[in-house]
């Protein structure tokens, strides 16, 4: 073949024709787009090289962001269970009378069942890898499902979370604001260092909103709502923590 | 050059000699490889140039508008301590008799909470960058994840910041018209001092209480974020 081309190019070149010069020109461009071919690839390895780095980078940040996420969701699962077991002793006590009611210290008692909060995990690495449009660097397709099933899941958290919240606040909270004193409640909330004294308003008599229908099934609502959430958070840890294993690498752990 | 290289081509090929030819031929296209890498490495070189400038930019803009957040938050808190302890003042006339409320000058001592802090950050920089998808011309990794998770954090704080508002203008305001003249209008005839025996009043003041607590608590920690983030940035940025 060079042989063949260099004969032509050898009797083009002595007959030293223009137009026959054309095709030696031609073999020439041949040559260069051989190099320019050689070179692409050369780039596209040290891309392709790049990218690998870049996610197993990614893979090392969703590791740790998950690792982290799912030890402030064990937190607050258990910050709700604890809240809850109060809610429950609450319940068990309806329909008693004061004498009863008066053995425990109720005050602390429904401050603690009243304890529930938001959470708000940190997502920053997968906003980021969609909003870039960088998810393809994430080659398992399990994991990337496993992701949007993530922010699919606090979705429907969120969303029955405000339906808690509307439970406590509008329901729960306005009839014990009619009923109880939140000055003797305070001491025993997360913000017992605004605690001051006792009010004078409030005789601690609570046989009255112990036997109230209403004040049950409030109580219900809250039982029900907390374990609703529990049932959210706990799906939730199942899967960050199967998002933890699959982001596993050699030295990351 | 042009002709010197033809020269040595022609010289090449009338000698006949394949092995040099193919040499001559290698040599062109590792030469061609060569330049085309070089000129990759230029275009490289140059657009990450102007990213860096780009970079250097954007950083400024967040920069002053996390400073400007850090005031507002700075003006936040001063306005919700003074509520939180005009509230706590009036938790010293809840705990008094009648008989001893009627000693005290009530007209001196405020009994209504007027105005509350809400905080609107600036944040046109940073909105702009999220939703362009450009966060990527930021190099800092902890910056990049900071600056993401900045919405959410500030998300959190308006919530609690809304259900505090709306403490105040749904219910404590609804509850104390019985008790106060706005207008000072004396041909009513109130009574000031029975507010402090009313109990739903004095749990909703300690709902209140509590949330300006926790609300500052939330701007404190939004500020010692926009440090760290400024922090970063400051190391981001050349001098």
Redesign the interface.
């Known amino acids: 073949m060079?042989?063949f081309f260099?004969k032509i190019?050898?009797r083009l070149?002595?007959e030293n024709k223009l137009s026959k010069y054309l095709l030696y020109a031609i073999g020439e461009i041949v040559?260069?787009v051989?190099?320019?071919l050689?070179?692409?690839q050369?780039?596209n390895w040290n891309e392709k090289r790049k990218l690998q780095n870049e996610s197993k980078d990614i893979l090392g940040?969703i590791h740790s962001e998950f690792k982290n996420n799912r030890n402030i969701l064990k937190e607050r699962i258990d910050y709700l269970e604890e809240a809850n077991s109060s809610a429950r002793f609450v319940l068990s006590l309806t329909n008693k009378k004061e004498a009863e009611l008066q053995k425990f210290n109720l005050d602390s008692i429904i401050s603690q069942s009243l304890k529930y909060g938001?959470y708000?995990p940190?997502?920053?690495?997968i906003?980021?890898l969609i909003?870039?449009?960088k998810l393809n660097l994430i080659k398992s397709e399990e994991l990337k499902e496993d992701l949007f099933n993530w922010l699919q899941l606090l979705e429907d958290t969120d969303e029955d979370f405000k339906n808690q919240d509307l439970q406590a606040?509008t329901m729960l909270?306005v009839y014990?604001?009619?009923n109880?004193?939140?000055?003797n409640t305070?001491k025993y909330?997360d913000?017992s260092h605004?605690a001051?004294?006792e009010?004078?308003?409030?005789d601690k008599k609570y046989e009255a909103i112990f036997n109230d229908l209403k004040f049950e099934n409030l109580y219900h609502g809250k039982y029900f709502w907390n374990a609703v959430m529990l049932e959210h958070y706990k799906e939730l840890d199942s899967l960050a923590s199967k998002i933890i294993i699959q982001t596993k690498q050699k030295g990351n752990d | 050059m042009i002709k010197f290289f033809r020269k040595i081509r022609q010289n090449l090929l009338s000698e006949g000699k394949t092995g040099k030819y193919l040499k001559y031929a290698i040599g062109e296209i590792i030469l061609v490889v060569i330049g085309i890498l070089i000129a990759v490495s230029i275009n490289n070189w140059n657009e990450a140039r102007k990213d860096k400038n780009t970079e250097q930019k954007v950083l400024k803009t967040l920069r002053s508008d996390f400073k400007s957040n850090i005031t507002q938050l700075q003006d936040n808190i001063d306005e919700t301590e003074i509520m939180v302890s005009d509230i706590s003042q009036l938790f010293k006339l809840f705990r008094m008799t009648q008989s001893e409320l009627s000693l005290i000058p009530i007209d001196s001592i405020k009994t209504d909470i007027k105005g509350y802090a809400t905080f609107n950050p600036s944040d046109g920089a940073l909105t702009s960058l999220l939703l362009s998808g450009e966060l990527n011309i930021i190099n800092n990794d902890s910056l990049k994840n900071k600056l993401t998770n900045w919405p959410n954090l500030v998300n959190d704080a308006k919530e609690d910041e809304n259900l505090l508002v709306e403490n105040i203008t749904k219910d404590l305001w609804k509850q104390q018209l019985g008790y106060q003249s706005y207008i000072k209008n004396p041909k009513f005839k109130l009574n000031r001092l029975a507010m402090f025996d009313d109990l739903i009043l004095q749990n909703t003041f300690y709902d209140i209480f509590r949330g300006a607590d926790y609300q500052i608590y939330l701007y404190k920690e939004l500020q010692k974020e926009i440090e760290e983030i400024l922090n970063l940035i400051d190391e981001e940025i050349r001098l």
Do not use: H, W, Y
Request: cysteine-free; charged content about 15%.
């Open positions: 060079i042989k260099r190019r050898q070149l002595t040559l260069v051989i190099g320019i050689i070179a692409l050369v780039n940040s938001n708000n940190a997502n920053s690495t906003q980021e909003s870039s449009g606040i909270e014990l604001t009619e109880i004193s939140f000055q305070i909330s913000f605004l001051e004294g009010s004078k308003l409030f």
